[in-house]
């Protein structure tokens, strides 16, 4: 049974670098895009980015520029990094598989605060 | 990037059956076979249900079924059981550049 598990920083001051990483089980990671997904407060879902197996990436045009997805082969995982957090980027944070046509596996969620 | 819209909340009746909406534009659900359902139940992550408009998602009851029509993509739950209860969003490919957006979710009330 393929799953995702994900950890990191759940407290965050302004201005610091959010850094979560997501781990595969049961499967591999060829032939599919490796996405992070955040929900607002407002429960509001909004697509952060993917990485795929050869580290190709593709990023929200609105995150871009604060954005860094890596992938380890060796060791399962993924990794998310997102620059310069601030109070608007308090979320909980998923990571997802997505087998093309749609995400079909996602990780259990990180709630992450931004505040001083 | 504009997200899809949903109706903040519908409600049906046990047994009953009730059509969640989903409206983008031409530019992504509109042009998009890549449009999917998923169930969130509270405290856990989004759980796909409908993939490419009208397919199942493997495990999904039979009492799911969706449809796209120009613009909007619909979400129907036939024989409501009360495990139904749930938010539920849509999600669409939008082109290259931005691919997925996603609806702003649909509380799903079985009364």
């Known amino acids: 049974q393929v799953q995702l598990q994900q950890w990191g920083a759940g407290l965050l001051k302004p201005s610091e670098t959010l850094s979560l990483t997501c781990a595969l089980y049961?499967?591999?990671?060829?032939?599919?895009?490796w996405s992070w997904i955040r929900q607002s407060p407002g429960k509001r879902l909004e697509w952060i980015g993917e990485?795929?197996?050869?580290?190709?990436?593709d990023y929200n045009p609105s995150l871009k520029s604060r954005v860094t997805m890596s992938i380890d082969s060796s060791k399962n995982q993924f990794s998310l990094k997102l620059r310069s957090m601030t109070a608007a980027d308090a979320a909980v944070y998923y990571c997802?598989?997505?087998?093309?046509?749609?995400?079909?596996?996602w990780g259990q969620g990180t709630m992450v605060t931004v505040s001083s | 990037q504009s997200a899809l819209t949903q109706p903040a909340s519908v409600s049906g009746s046990l047994g009953q059956s009730i059509t969640i909406s989903c409206t983008g534009s031409?530019?992504?659900?509109?042009?998009?076979?890549?449009v999917s359902w998923y169930q969130q139940h509270p405290g856990k992550a989004p759980k796909l249900i409908i993939y490419?408009?009208?397919k199942r998602h493997s495990g999904i009851s039979h009492r799911f079924s969706g449809s796209k029509s120009g613009n909007t993509a619909s979400l129907t739950i036939s024989g409501l059981q009360t495990e139904d209860e749930a938010v539920y969003y849509c999600?669409?490919?939008?082109?290259?550049?931005?691919?997925?957006?996603f609806g702003g979710g649909t509380m799903l009330t079985v009364l």
């Open positions: 997802a598989r997505r087998a093309v046509r749609a995400f079909d596996i």
């Open positions: 049961g499967g591999s990671f060829s032939g599919y895009y």
């Open positions: 990485i795929n197996h050869d580290e190709g990436t």
């Open positions: 031409s530019s992504d659900l509109g042009n998009s076979n890549l």
């Open positions: 490419e408009g009208n």
């Open positions: 999600c669409s490919f939008a082109g290259f550049g931005s691919p997925w957006v």
